[in-house]
Nanobody, 122 residues
């Protein structure tokens, strides 16, 4: 079992940066691939970024590639999402997620956090 708690969301202006954090507790954080998904109003929850258990592999959705960076600190049981050049279309609830495998499909994920709201004003 893994418990995930996101933080760092807020209201920013277009072009600003923001860093989300996800603190994990429970068993063997370092054995899980970690993910960020997001859910915008009126849309399906979608994949944003993922990182392997070692940090050696990262995957990004095309919509965030080059602007978002996912990283992890296994000593702190924390995963981060650094977001730059934010756009109004990045407005969403951002969810941290853990799974034994690196995935991009919502339905396959084992563990979810409660989410943190990110709002980007134009």
């Amino acid at each position: 079992q893994v418990q995930l708690v996101e933080s760092g969301g807020g209201l920013v202006q277009a072009g600003d940066s923001l860093r989300l954090s996800c603190a994990a507790s429970g068993r063997t954080f370092r054995s899980y691939a970690m993910h960020w998904f997001r859910h915008a109003p009126g849309k399906e929850r979608e994949f944003a970024a993922a990182i392997s258990w070692s940090g050696g592999r990262t995957v990004y959705a095309d919509s965030v590639k080059g602007r978002f960076t996912i990283s992890r600190d296994n000593a702190k049981n924390t995963v981060y999402l650094q977001m730059k050049s934010l756009k109004p279309e990045d407005t969403a609830v951002y969810y941290c997620a853990a799974d034994s495998f690196l995935r991009t499909v919502v339905s396959a994920i084992e563990y979810w956090g409660q989410g943190t709201q990110v709002t980007v004003s134009s």
